[in-house]
């Protein structure tokens, strides 16, 4: 697979997240957030299937939480990521469980430390709907993935949680919790809602599952799993206790996939 063309620098451009760097570590920990621990994390190692000896790329790696888990299994973990703030609480958390590196996920090619094929799992954990453009970040992926390799993807899922274009409503008539969707099929850059505490705005990057699936397959990159997961919070108190906790279970906060390099 020939390398993607990009600029001659290896710089990583400018990222949103690097202001928002100690305010995420504060938040997620060394050992990531609830819906990391919970959920995010579990989902990964299942569709990884990880082998001992393995190589594993994880794209967008923040501060790491993914490092240890694959170390666990006896398989060698690289992490990049374009904040250099957000790697340098992954190099004081998981340093000695893998390697971080700094680099654009459109322009893994230009890395002196990458080539072609080299790794057998590449991951982006929650990482996905932050990078844009993404026809460039999956041909990225797709050249640094061995023939037969898995990529695997959690995001959150595109159908249910459009960024200020979705939530909860309550039908009084009906007792029932439901999720409104204002906007699906169009693309949006969305600046994120901030957190108290939060120094800077973050960027999201909404699309269509299907711009996904389309963009996997122009790689050669052909989805074989896909999970929907439900959030773990239960409501345990209130009159609308019931209803809450059923929309929970049925409408999915995370979209998991896997997907191969075709050989």
Known sequence: MPAPKH???NRPRSTSW?????????????DGSK???????PAVVDLLGLQPGEQILDIGAGTGVLAPLV??????YTGVDASEKLLQFARQHHGKEGRFLSGDARRLSALPAFHAAQFDGVVFLLSIQDMDPLEEVVENAAWALKPGGRL??????PCFRVPRQSGWGWDEDRKLQFRRVDRYLT????????????????????????????????????????????T?????????????NLANQEIPLFLALRARKTL
């Open 232 to 244: 773990y919070k239960t409501a345990t108190t209130g009159p609308n206790a019931k209803a809450e």
């Open 35 to 41: 819906h990391h621990r919970n959920l995010a994390l």
């Open 71 to 76: 170390h666990q299994k006896g398989a060698h």
């Open 18 to 30: 690097e202001p928002l760097a100690q305010w995420y570590d504060g938040w997620v920990g060394k």
């Open 152 to 157: 695997v993807i959690v995001m959150t899922h």
């Open 187 to 230: 693309p949006l850059p969305v600046p994120l809602k901030p957190y108290p505490g939060q120094t800077g705005v973050s960027r999201s990057f909404h699309r269509p599952l299907h711009e996904y699936i389309n963009t996997l397959s122009q790689h050669h990159l052909w989805v074989d799993h896909l999970l929907e997961i439900p």
């Open 7 to 9: 600029p001659s620098s």
